[in-house]
């Protein structure tokens, strides 16, 4: 009865929303890099309901019950998965010697680090690296598209976008066979990485004066760090 009124509140949440952030969007000019501002700013609205209702309380629970060399050890295993498809995309933007290193990694820690629950490939100097499909699209030359603000999953642009369905696509979690175990493994993943952003609440309630722009902003400017490996070029002035 409890869930099926916190699903109702935040159906209710959501509607409210959208409609004062569809009116937001029609009154003001925006910001050029996201032409759907109003929409966006109701989507995030909705995600912080959900967050503050349902998955930052989980994910303090998580956080405090989990003794921290469990957690990093769960970080860890997935981070692991993830490597194979890190070298892949490092290898498709043309960088052999991290993608060499990215599966060096897989097959260290899939060994002797336990399935990836022990990070042995970082201790013998092997650099984790972050590449998924949005960059490699990047780095081929296609453009960020609209800003958008996804329902639960966050920010992205409309690359990023069609990066993340590949991702998803491809993730070696959602193919699974036995689907209890894919969910529950999907449900640690989400709740493990929501368990590492609690530190950043602090800092955004208390930077920002808008929290919708503040994260917007971070986001872009991180995704162009990222595609450009630390040095992106600078943007022209209009």
């Known amino acids: 009865m409890k869930q099926k009124k916190i699903a109702t509140r935040l159906k209710s949440t959501l509607f409210v929303l959208v409609m004062s952030g569809v009116l937001v969007g029609c009154a003001s000019p925006g910001n050029p890099k996201d032409p759907i501002e109003g929409f966006n700013r109701a989507i995030y609205g909705f995600n912080e309901a959900v967050d503050t209702v ?27 998965i993830a490597d194979f498809f890190i070298g892949v ?5 043309g960088k052999p010697d991290q993608a060499v290193s990215d599966l060096g990694r897989l097959l260290v820690n899939s060994t002797v680090g336990l399935l990836g629950v022990i990070d042995w490939a970082s201790d013998m100097g092997m650099e984790k690296h972050e590449e998924d499909f949005g960059q490699t699209f990047g780095r081929w030359g296609v453009g960020d598209g609209a800003y958008v603000m996804l329902p639960i999953l966050g920010p992205r642009t409309v690359r990023d976008t069609a990066g993340f369905v590949l991702d998803f696509v491809a993730d070696p979690v959602g193919n699974v066979g036995h689907i209890p175990t894919r969910n529950t493994l999907y449900a640690i993943r989400f709740i493990d990485v929501r368990a590492d952003y609690l530190p950043a609440d602090k800092v955004i309630e208390e930077a920002a004066l808008d929290k919708y722009s503040y994260v917007r902003d971070g986001y872009l400017q991180r995704r162009n760090n990222l595609i450009h490996d630390g040095n992106p070029p600078r943007e022209k002035m209009d």
């Open 54 to 80: 349902l998955i930052k309380p989980v994910a303090q629970g998580y956080d405090a019950v989990l003794p921290s060399p469990v957690r990093t050890g769960v970080t860890n295993f997935f981070g692991n």
């Open 89 to 93: 995309n490092n290898l498709l933007q």
